[in-house]
């Protein structure tokens, strides 16, 4: 039933948001509904798909499986915040040169589960590439090309300065709020 | 000028740069002002009479405006009908209402709809709507449900038989006369197609105009613009859908359903905007299944290792009602491949559509041509291992030649074109065949056990031209439609029927406009999946994108060149005929100086201060094309596995496709639709199945239940093209997007079963889970 609504504060992308929510809401929902950024999806209902991936303090979190009142005063990256379209972050780069999406939709989710994985694992294996996508699902490319998107990253990232490199990976600037 | 990206380029996606900053738009991502959440209340019973309906609770529950039930929408929308009717199969046409009325007939069958303020809220309420359901005998099996005694779903189809097709020529003369015959039973395991992006609608109604706007994960608006008028009782002109980003579909969003209706009818009556999304569990009952056929096959041959007769006696599980295309699935889409790439004389097809308690089925990935290919590859093996023959050699024995095109097959077809021995060719020779079969004697020493499987292929795509549709009894049309709108600068807006949920049309399509028009990708927008700005199209489905709407495309865009060629002719001082378009210009023929630029022309064409006679103001080009066949791509597939013999345990160690669809325009979107096809193909052969119990209860209803494919799963696949064009339309294309679904299955089955030959298995029930690898390597023969 329907529960008395309580205040929170969560830094999203470096923008900070203050919105009364039921205490039973969903991260997601919160991003979604709350806050209109709708570049994270929601695929199952089971914690499985990894649509819904974002990072919660740098670290990938599958926000379905959050409650908004968790993540209070705690600072949340969506794909809205990896980069713009004047400056795409390796992994969206990635994903774009070398056709790592085919629908989109879980696309969102699966680059940040790489920006977490790289953040780990900057160099990884192809098959530990595999291995790091076991929390995510995609109907569409067969993985294929996903992983060669992740290696294209590993590789833009081996070829950066380490400052900016750590920057990126957690799609996170200095000084944010 | 930018460099002309057109056919046969990798171009990087334009659809991209939205869906990869989170800027894509799907259905659940509309917000409009004084949105309502919808939330369906659906059966937990597979088979019940409804007693009661009592949603006093749920009306008084904070938020909710609005409950329907099936006696509240009686008379404002109609029952959801069904839109194939393969003709002589006495079908029995029963609609499915969009709430049940006095009974439901299977689990998830929608009983209420409940709208609220807030989608918490809606689901909050609909917990409160108490039905009393009176449970009836439920049966989930086709066979059980033709059988004496089986629980009757519809007092109009006795024995929940809902149609009886038949195709072919082969009789039981030729089977009681042939040198060999083996005879096998498949069970095509019912599969979830799962697109990532679940069902959801958005609905928006003006009371003032009467218009009503829907936003739906559509594969096909117009045709979902088309039945929903019906449905609805609202006038076309006055409804529009639209279904711009579609997060995948592989079939299941072909389909009218009941809860789209519903959601429109809620915002007609509470004019108010209204949204409904399925979540994942929802999605496992709500949403149509794929294939589920019990196949008794037999195949006739020599000792040479000649095929001279195949046919199949097939029962396909229709789910609780008939789904808008769901009878062409295992009968048209079927039947009629049975033969494959093969020189077959006698071919038969015998198919019972049997209604049952579970959800209805329709077209999934391949639908229908994947299960044909497994029955007749599985088939090809176990006669090749019947006569001492390896399975490679009675394919080449029995491809179609490459000089007998078109091939007019025993089913009827007229296959257009074709190198089945090239394609094969080459997948043997990227595989090492040879070298593969010493690996896997010399491995069987040491008791590992190596498997290799063969797949060789032939589809039906493009559907395809309307005269066939006709005759096959679907109830469309299947030509498509194009509109190629050159502006005044020179930009170009096209307008497709096509409706793309994943395949990169905008891409793919702007690339045949750039190459026709010599002007930068960049320069084509591509306008999709609106039927208020696009006039008429029958959507994605059957691989008929770029055979059909590329086609329409070509078209338009060749009017377009025809008419500026007039306008250029004029300004130069010339006869039409006289002058040609060359990398972008229009030139007198021999004398390249007097020529005049696209962008010239185009301008000249809106200014319209000084047209040749008869020719009217702008430039823009529309096409409606309809095909004059299908097209038929085919391929080889080769699989090498390890199995572990004392788990189980099935390793993928190669895979290899080479597919040949026509000519390829761009190379990396056709690799990514062979990948994702191969994955689900692999999905079907080990992984993936729904289960129902006796009661038809779905067992497999969420992600923790049902195996998806997951990207560590897989080896690296390996794939390439042959490119024989199809001469039956103006591109010489063939459909790409379901090949990997169709060959991919058998392949891996094959590689499965060649593996364990020594240990005398010759099938196993899909998916090839490990546990029924090892009972069968402990039974010596088929398991379950």
Not at chain 1, 140 to 159: H, L
Not at chain 2, 202 to 218: F, K, P
Not at chain 2, 768 to 777: D, G, K, Q
Request: with cysteine; hydrophobic share 40%; charged share 20%.
């Amino acid at each position: 039933m329907a529960l008395e609504k309580t205040s929170v504060t969560i830094t999203v992308n470096n923008d900070t948001y203050t919105r009364d929510i039921e205490p039973r809401q969903l991260l997601v929902h919160f991003l979604r509904d709350s806050l209109g950024l709708t570049g994270t999806h929601i695929g199952c209902d089971t914690s499985q798909c990894g649509a819904c991936t974002v990072l919660l303090n740098g670290d990938p979190v599958k926000s379905c499986t959050v409650l908004t009142v968790q993540a209070a005063d705690q600072e949340v990256t969506t794909v809205e915040g990896l980069g713009t379209i004047e400056e795409l972050h390796p992994v969206q780069q990635g994903f774009w040169e070398q056709h790592g999406l085919q629908c989109g939709f879980c696309t969102p989710g699966v680059m940040i589960t790489a920006v977490g994985l790289l953040k780990q694992n900057p160099q990884p294996t192809e098959a530990e590439i595999r291995e790091g996508l076991e929390g995510v699902i995609c109907r569409c490319t067969g993985y294929q090309n996903i992983v060669r998107a992740i290696q294209a990253a590993a590789e833009q990232f081996d070829a950066t300065p380490a400052q900016t490199q750590a920057a990126a990976t957690t799609g996170v600037t200095e000084g944010g709020e | 000028m930018a460099e002309v990206q057109g056919i046969g380029v990798r171009v990087k996606r334009k659809e991209d740069p939205r869906l990869i900053t989170g800027e894509g738009r799907y259905t659940e991502d509309i917000q409009l002002p004084g949105m309502l959440y919808a939330e369906v209340v659906r059966s937990p019973h597979a088979h019940a009479r409804i007693k009661r309906i009592d949603t006093t609770a749920a009306l008084s529950s904070p938020g909710v405006v609005a409950v329907f039930t099936g006696a509240d929408i009686e008379g404002h929308v109609a029952p959801i009908p069904t839109a194939w009717l393969p003709p002589d199969s006495d079908i029995k046409t029963t609609a499915h209402p969009a709430l049940a009325v006095d009974r439901v007939r299977y689990v998830g069958d929608g009983v209420a709809m409940v709208v609220a303020d807030d989608r918490y809220r809606a689901r909050d309420a609909a917990e409160l709507v108490k039905v009393e359901y009176e449970p009836l005998p439920a049966t989930a099996d086709q066979e059980l449900a033709m059988g004496e005694g089986a629980p009757l779903l519809h007092d109009d189809a006795p024995g929940n038989i809902a149609f009886h097709w038949r195709a072919g020529n082969a009789t039981d003369e030729v089977f009681e006369q042939a040198e060999v015959v083996v005879r096998h039973r498949f069970r095509q395991q019912r599969l979830i197609p799962n697109p990532m992006e679940m069902r959801a609608a958005v609905a928006e109604y003006n009371r003032s105009t009467g218009d009503l706007t829907l936003y739906s994960t559509s594969q096909n608006p117009h045709i979902h613009r088309f039945l929903l008028s019906g449905v609805l009782g609202i006038p076309e002109h006055k409804l529009r859908v639209i279904a711009t980003d579609v997060g995948g579909g592989f079939g299941a969003k072909i389909a009218c359903y009941p809860d789209e209706a519903l959601v429109c009818h809620a915002a007609r009556v509470l004019n108010r905007p209204v949204k409904w999304s399925e979540d994942r569990s929802e999605h496992f009952l709500a949403t149509t299944h794929g294939r589920d056929h019990i196949e008794d096959v037999e195949i006739a041959g020599k000792q040479d290792g000649t095929i001279t007769a195949i046919r199949v006696r097939a029962i396909a599980n229709m789910g609780a009602y008939l789904s808008t295309a769901a009878p062409g699935v295992p009968t048209i889409l079927f039947g009629l491949i049975v033969p494959g790439p093969y020189r077959i004389p006698y071919a038969g097809a015998d198919v019972y559509g049997v209604f049952t308690n579970t959800t209805p089925t329709d077209a999934y990935r391949g639908a229908g041509r994947p299960e044909a290919t497994y029955l007749l590859e599985r088939m090809v093996d176990l006669f090749a291992a019947e006569i001492g023959m390896d399975a490679v050699a009675v394919r080449q024995k029995n491809l179609i030649p490459s000089d007998q095109f078109p091939y007019e097959t025993a089913m009827g077809l007229s296959y257009d074109s074709g190198n089945y021995q090239l394609a094969l060719h080459n997948a043997l020779e990227t595989a090492d065949y040879e070298t593969l079969r010493a690996t896997q004697a010399e491995l069987r020493k040491e008791g590992k056990y190596l498997g290799v499987g063969v797949t060789t292929y032939v589809e039906i795509c493009g559907l395809g031209p309307s005269q066939v549709a006709g005759a096959v009894g679907f109830q469309g049309g299947l030509w498509e439609s194009s509109t190629v709108r050159v502006h005044p600068t020179g930009k170009v807006t096209v307008f497709t029927g096509a409706s793309p949920h994943g395949q990169g049309e905008e891409t793919t399509f702007a690339q045949i406009v750039a190459d026709k028009l010599h002007i930068p990708v960049e320069d084509v927008e591509i306008v999709h999946g609106d039927t208020a700005r696009i006039s008429m199209g029958w959507g994605t489905y059957g691989s008929r994108t770029t055979p059909v709407g590329g086609s329409a495309l070509a078209v338009a865009t060749d009017r377009v060149v025809e008419k500026a060629k007039k306008i250029a002719a004029h300004m130069l001082e010339a006869a039409p005929e006289d002058v040609e378009f060359v990398d972008g210009s229009f030139q007198v023929k021999g004398i390249p100086t007097k020529s005049t630029s696209f962008h010239d022309v185009t301008l000249q064409a809106y200014l319209a201060w000084n047209l040749p006679a008869g020719v009217e103001p702008a430039l823009e080009g529309q096409a409606f094309y309809d095909p004059t066949n299908f097209t038929y791509s085919f391929g080889t597939h080769i699989c090498v596995v390890e199995v572990e013999a004392e788990t189980g345990q099935i390793h993928l160690r190669r895979y290899i496709a080479v597919d040949d669809c026509g000519r390829v325009i761009n190379p990396m979107i056709a690799e990514g639709q062979v990948h994702g096809g191969i994955v689900q193909g692999i999905g079907q052969a080990l992984y993936e199945g729904a289960v129902y119990d006796d009661q038809a209860q779905l067992l497999t209803g969420s992600f923790m239940d049902y195996a998806m494919p997951r990207a560590n799963f897989f080896p690296r696949f390996e794939t390439s093209f042959t490119e024989t064009p199809s001469p039956h339309n103006p591109l010489g294309v063939k459909g790409i997007g379901e090949t990997g679904t169709i060959a991919a299955t058998p392949t891996v089955v094959n590689a499965v079963m060649d593996a364990l030959r020594p240990f005398g298995v010759k099938d196993i029930q899909m998916p090839l889970s490990p546990e029924r690898v090892w009972s069968a390597i402990r039974n010596g023969g088929s398991a379950e």
